[in-house]
C-alpha cells in the first residue's frame, strides 16, 4: 500500500524534472543564503560579545553555516540528478545512489530544522545573557581608563545610537550606576561631596544619562541632566516628554533585532528545502517504473513512501537494530521454538 | 588601402565569433553593474537633497542609469548576431543590420564616454552646493515647528553622527548661529535676556553645540555647554582637548564622499566603455571578414577583415560625397 500517490504521463515527468532542476537552483541560492545568514549571525553576536554573558548562542549560527553548506552541495546534486532524469540511457547511473542520497537529504533537512528551532528556543538564553552583558557594560562605562574596559564606553554609545535605545531595561538604570568617572569630578566642590555622601556606596549617582541616549527625532536640544528636576529646565515636564531621550531598553531593542533576523531566512528557506526533497522522490520513483521499458512516453506511477508510514519506519529501524545488536535476544529465542517444534 | 587589414581563417572566424559571443554577454553584466551604480548614486544623492542648495545633478545621473540599461540591450542584440556569425545562411539574415548596428553602438559609446567623463567634473558644483545647503540646514536647526523645516534638525543630527562631522567648516560655526528655539528659552531669566541684548540681531549665541557633534571615541562625558570655559569644567583645557567633538566639519566630510562615489563610478563607466569599444572592434572585423567570405563565394575560404575598407581620409571623402548626392537629389 504505497504512501501519497499521484499518476505521472510523460509531459507531467518532464514538467517535473524541469520545475524540479530549477527549484534545485533556487535551493542552492537558499543554501547559500542560509550560510551567509550563519556567517553574518555569527559577527554580529561578535561584535557584541561584550554585552552577552556566555558563548553557548553560538551553536546558531554554528547549525546555520553547516546546513547552507550541505544544503548547496545537496541540491547541486539534485540538480543533475534531474538534468539526467529525462535522458533514460543516463538515469540508471544515479540508480544505486539514489536511496542513500535521499536519506542523507532528510538528514540534512531535518538539521536545518533543529537549526530553527534551537534558533527560537536560544531566544530566552539570548535574554538572560544580554541582560547581565548590558548590566555590567554599563556598570563599566566610566572605566576607559582600565585596560580590558576602555571600549566599553564607545561600545555603549554606538550601541545605543544605532539601535535607538537608552540603559539595559531602559534609561532609569542610568541614574542607578556612576557613569562618569572619578578622574572628572571636582571633589573640592559642595556639590560633589553631598551627592557622594548621600549614598551608601560613596557613588556619584546622578539623574542624568549619556549623549548617547539623545532622540535626534525630538523639537527641541537634547537634556541629558536633571532629566527628573522640571523647573531646571523651560517648558519641561519629565512626565510627558517622551521624545527627548529614547524610551526603549537596550535589551529589548537588540532581542527584538535578533528574534526579526532569525525569523526572516529561517521558515523561507526550510520550506524550500521540503518542497525540493518531495519532488525529487517523486521524480525518482515515477522514473523507475520508465526504465528498462521500451517505450519511454508511458504514463507511470510516483509516491512519497513505498509502504504505509509506520511499516516503512519500521523497514529502516531493523537494519539499525541488527547492528545494533538489540534482536540477538529475540533471533535466540525463535530459533529455540523453531529447534523445539519439530519435535 | 584598408585600415587594419587582417586576414581570418574559417576557424579563427569560427573563434572569433564564439569570444565575441561570450564577451558580448560579460558585456550584458557590466551594463548591469553600471545601471545599478547610477541607480544607487542617484538614491544617495536623494537621501540628501535637503543638504544640496538648488543645483540639478539629475541630467548627469539619469545619462549614467540609461546608459547601463541600453548597452545592456545593445549587447543583448551583438550577442544574438555573433552567435548566428559561425553559420554563413543564419549570417545573410542579419547581414543588412549588422553595418547599423556597428554605427549606432559606435555613437552609443561615445555617449558612454561623455557620461564617464562628467562624473568627474561635478566637484565644484558640488562643493558650492553642498556650502550653501549646510549653511541653511544650520540656520533652520531650531525651527522645529515651522511646516517644510522641521525635518532639519533631525537632518543635521543625523548627518553629524553618520558622518562623524560638526558644524559647515568646524564646530565652531555653531557659535555664529541660533540654534535653540525661543520656546524653550525662559524670557524671564536675567542671563537670557542679557545674552539676547549682547549682539545686534537679538539672537541667543552661546559657545556650546548640540550632542549630535560629541564624539563617541572621547574618554570623558560629553561636553556640549560652555565649551571655551575651562573654568566651567574640571581638569579641561579647551585648546588641548581634541577627542571631546568631531574635529572636522561636515561640507569637508560630505564633499570627500560624494567625490569618491563620483570618481569611482567614473573610472567604472571608463573601464566599460573600453571593454565596450574592443568588443565593437572584434563585430566589426567579424561583419567584414563573412562579407568577403561572401563576395568570394566559399564558406570554407580565408578572408580578410578590416576596420574600414579604404583609408580614413577616402572614406570621409566618399561619405561626405554620398550626403551631398542625397541631397542634390533631394
Redesign the interface.
Known amino acids: 500500500m504505497v504512501w501519497a500517490k499521484m499518476k505521472f504521463p510523460f509531459e507531467k515527468r518532464v514538467k517535473l524534472a524541469q520545475g524540479l532542476w530549477l527549484l534545485s537552483w533556487l535551493a542552492i541560492v537558499g543554501g547559500a543564503l542560509n550560510f551567509c545568514f550563519g556567517c553574518f549571525l555569527k559577527t554580529e553576536i561578535r561584535r557584541r560579545t561584550e554585552v552577552m554573558d556566555n558563548s553557548n548562542i553560538h551553536i546558531v549560527p554554528n547549525t546555520l553555516i553547516v546546513s547552507g553548506l550541505a544544503a548547496i552541495g545537496i541540491n547541486y546534486f539534485a540538480g543533475q540528478i534531474c538534468q539526467d532524469a529525462l535522458d533514460v540511457g543516463r538515469f540508471p547511473r544515479w540508480k544505486t545512489f539514489l536511496k542513500p542520497y535521499c536519506c542523507c537529504a532528510i538528514i540534512f533537512t531535518s538539521l536545518t530544522l533543529i537549526g530553527v528551532i534551537l534558533s527560537f528556543t536560544m531566544r530566552s538564553s539570548l535574554e538572560g545573557s544580554l541582560q547581565v552583558g548590558l548590566r555590567n557594560a554599563l556598570r563599566f562605562y566610566k572605566d576607559?581608563?582600565t585596560p580590558g574596559r576602555?571600549f566599553q564606553?564607545?561600545t555603549i554609545?554606538?550601541l545605543q545610537?544605532e539601535f535607538r535605545c537608552c540603559g539595559n531595561n531602559d534609561y532609569r538604570d542610568w541614574f542607578e550606576v556612576q557613569?562618569?568617572?572619578n578622574?572628572?569630578?571636582?571633589f573640592s566642590?559642595k556639590e560633589v561631596k553631598d551627592r557622594i555622601k548621600s549614598n551608601v556606596d560613596g557613588r556619584y549617582l546622578l539623574d542624568g544619562v549619556?549623549?548617547?541616549c539623545?532622540n535626534?527625532?525630538?523639537?527641541?536640544?537634547?537634556i541629558?541632566y536633571k532629566l527628573t528636576n522640571n523647573s531646571a529646565?523651560?517648558?519641561y515636564e519629565h512626565q510627558t516628554e517622551e521624545l527627548n531621550i529614547f524610551v526603549r531598553g537596550c535589551r529589548e531593542a537588540l532581542l527584538s533585532y535578533y528574534t526579526a533576523l532569525m525569523n526572516s531566512i529561517g521558515a523561507g528557506v526550510l520550506l524550500l528545502f521540503l518542497v525540493v526533497l518531495a519532488s525529487l522522490r517523486y521524480l525518482q520513483t515515477s522514473m523507475e517504473a520508465v526504465i528498462g521499458q521500451e517505450n519511454t512516453e508511458i504514463e507511470t506511477e510516483g509516491y512519497l513512501l513505498e509502504k504505509n508510514v509506520s511499516e516503512t519506519i519500521v523497514e529502516y529501524l531493523n537494519p539499525v537494530m541488527k547492528l545494533l545488536l538489540l534482536n540477538q535476544v529475540q533471533d535466540g529465542l525463535v530459533k529455540a521454538e523453531a529447534g523445539a517444534q519439530p519435535e | 588601402m584598408a585600415v587594419l587589414r587582417v586576414k581570418f581563417t574559417k576557424g579563427q572566424r569560427d573563434k572569433l565569433a564564439q569570444m565575441l559571443w561570450l564577451l558580448n554577454w560579460v558585456s550584458v553584466m557590466t551594463g548591469i553593474i553600471l545601471f545599478s551604480l547610477g541607480l544607487f548614486v542617484k538614491v544617495e544623492f536623494s537621501k540628501k537633497e535637503e543638504l544640496m542648495a538648488d543645483r540639478d545633478f539629475q541630467p548627469v545621473l539619469n545619462l549614467l542609469i540609461a546608459v547601463g540599461l541600453i548597452a545592456c540591450i545593445i549587447n543583448l542584440l551583438g550577442g544574438k548576431i555573433c552567435y548566428d556569425c559561425v553559420d554563413t545562411n543564419k549570417f545573410l539574415r542579419w547581414k543588412l543590420l549588422i553595418l547599423p548596428y556597428i554605427i549606432c553602438s559606435f555613437f552609443f559609446t561615445g555617449c558612454m564616454l561623455v557620461g564617464a567623463l562628467m562624473c568627474y567634473s561635478m566637484q565644484e558644483e558640488l562643493q558650492e552646493s553642498l556650502a550653501e545647503g549646510l549653511r541653511d540646514v544650520m540656520r533652520y536647526y531650531k525651527d522645529t515647528d515651522s511646516p517644510g523645516r522641521c525635518f532639519l534638525k533631525h537632518t543635521m543630527d543625523l548627518l553629524q553622527i553618520q558622518f562623524q562631522c560638526c558644524g559647515n567648516r568646524d564646530h565652531r560655526d555653531w557659535f555664529h548661529i541660533q540654534w535653540i528655539s525661543n520656546r524653550y528659552l525662559d524670557m524671564s531669566k536675567r542671563e537670557v535676556v542679557d545674552r539676547l541684548h549682547s549682539n545686534v540681531e537679538g539672537k541667543y549665541l552661546l559657545d556650546s553645540v548640540p550632542f549630535s557633534c560629541c564624539n563617541t571615541n572621547s574618554p570623558r562625558p560629553c561636553i556640549q555647554y560652555q565649551i571655551t570655559n575651562n573654568s566651567a569644567h574640571f581638569n579641561y583645557d579647551y585648546l588641548t582637548e581634541d577627542l571631546n567633538l568631531w574635529k572636522r566639519g561636515c561640507h569637508q566630510a560630505l564633499v570627500e564622499y560624494y567625490t569618491k562615489l563620483m570618481h569611482s563610478t567614473g573610472s567604472t563607466g571608463l573601464l566599460i566603455w573600453l571593454f565596450e569599444l574592443s568588443i565593437l572592434t572584434g563585430v566589426r572585423y567579424l561583419q567584414t571578414a563573412m562579407e568577403n567570405v561572401l563576395r568570394q563565394g566559399d564558406p570554407e575560404s580565408e578572408s580578410d577583415g578590416w576596420l574600414l575598407e579604404n583609408s580614413l581620409v577616402e572614406t570621409a571623402r566618399n561619405n561626405f560625397n554620398i550626403l551631398k548626392n542625397l541631397d542634390s537629389t533631394a
Do not use: E, G, V
Not at chain 1, 578622574?183 to 571636582?186: E, G, N, Q, S, T
Not at chain 1, 535626534?216 to 537634547?222: D, E, K, Q, T, V
Open positions: 576607559t581608563d576602555c564606553k564607545q554609545d554606538h545610537m557613569w562618569i568617572s578622574r572628572y569630578l571636582d566642590s549619556p549623549f548617547s539623545c535626534p527625532s525630538s523639537a527641541r536640544p537634547c541629558q529646565h523651560y517648558n
